[in-house]
């Protein structure tokens, strides 16, 4: 019967426990970081999306099918 | 012709047309699609370069016509890579990016449905997610695509950072992302000290373990777990991911560019006969094979569209990406051992492509590579030579004698039959498949740079 029984599952059930964990952590690490920004002057933000550099958009280059030799997907 | 490796989503699947690759939306998939582009969540993570860009297109070309909802057009990719060639920094930026779509489309009551590192391409120097259908509808329960995450990125990441960055390369046996279980076993008492780590690595693992031997099926999916749960999940994943840094770590060729025995004359002239060549064939696409950080490389993005830079040194590859990273470059560093190149893998070995299969290219680069492949491979010039004609149509390849300090040092510990790491024997095989373009020594050094053509 286990071979049947996708291990899929155990991933799924285990974010119950670590998703209540994990909302401790969180607001410890938050609470961390303003204590640690009142004594610093600048603090090291994280990484954000808005950090990735914005691309042309589609239409502003090549039209479809321009030098699309050796593309793949 | 659908894609080989597009055969998992039930609610589309990317086919190629005409040289265009296209991809379609099933009618199962209508709500899914329709609410990313309603809601703006894919034209805000397109303006962000996060998702890779489409428009629809008129679905006349739809190999599968009786299921098509819509045909997109995405913007074409130039080179695909696969993670197992990433060095650790690109698996980390391609994970951290998982992370903040996910994060973004939660925000806009969505959810990645999956976290497949196979999903992620490097374009421009920074990844970017290529499956726009990745999206479905926010519900409060597990997030699905947990397990994949953390054996597709997680795991492979802890591995290369506590371990050996050499073992991102079990991504190649384990296409599906190295098995929590297994990234447990290997990772066993060196993840004291990070709960997260120990959580998503080795509590996971055992719940699997007690899934898979409990006598019935958990219908996990049908309990609920807050959105705000959820978000907590992917924030200490990011903060997990994000603390894995990769240890220095000197290797033979990770500091190449200080020492070696070029003199500053030598390597300037070298610098500039080789542009000089590209600007003589002008490529479209170059792959430069030893490329080591790349100094040769960046002189070809200048003459072509894109350039691949394989090297077989992890160290050294990961300080190309580190150059060119968020720098909007055409330059694609990767790792790759020329003597063992990525083969065609996974479902009738179709959905990877082979290193070889992903070529030939307009122009390839072989520099102070040869000596290496002939003297420490034991591979003849001739193997060489016909390995060349099938990756290039052009080649710039420099040929270092036994004369040479580094090569001397090299003979010194091996045996080499003189005749067979000669000029004349390098240039009878080379000639075999290619006719000879220019010739040109390098001044101050006993070295010789070739341009050659490939024989039609």
Known sequence: MAIYLDPGTGSLVIQFTIGAITGLLVAARLFSRSLAALFRRKSKAPRTPEQHVPRKHIQDTAAPGESLDETRK | MIHPASFRDPDGFVFQHDKSFYRQINHTGRADYDLAQACGLHSKLQAMGMLIDHREVVPWMSPDPSNVYKVILPQQLPFVSHPYEWSFT??????????????????HGMSLKDASAF????????????DTLSFEQLKPSPWIAYQQYCEHFLVPLALAAIIDPSLIRMLQVHLDGIPVGVGSRLLKHKLWGSLSLSMHIHWHARSQVIAESYARPICAKQRELSIKTMKNLILDLRHATERLEKKHS??????????????SRAMECKLKIVEDYLSLVRPNHVWDLGANEGMFSRIAAKHANLVVSWDLDHQAVESNYLKIRGS????????????????????????????????PVDLALGLALVHHLNITNHLSFEQIAAFFAQVCKHLIIEFVPGTDSQTSMMLSTRTCVSHECSLESFKSAFLRHFTLTQEDPIPDSVRTLYLFRRRE
């Open chain 2, 119 to 130: 999903n992620v391409q490097f374009w421009d120097g920074q990844p970017v997610l290529i």
């Open chain 2, 90 to 107: 690109q698996l980390k930026d391609a994970a951290l990016l998982t992370l903040d779509i996910q994060l973004t489309a939660m925000d």
């Open chain 2, 328 to 359: 909007r470059t055409n330059i694609l560093p990767l790792v790759l051992d020329l003597t063992n190149p990525s083969p065609a893998l996974g479902w009738s070995n179709r959905e990877r492509a082979s290193m070889l299969e992903r070529g």
């Open chain 2, 250 to 263: 000197n290797t033979t060729w990770g500091n190449y560019y200080h020492d070696n025995n070029y003199s």
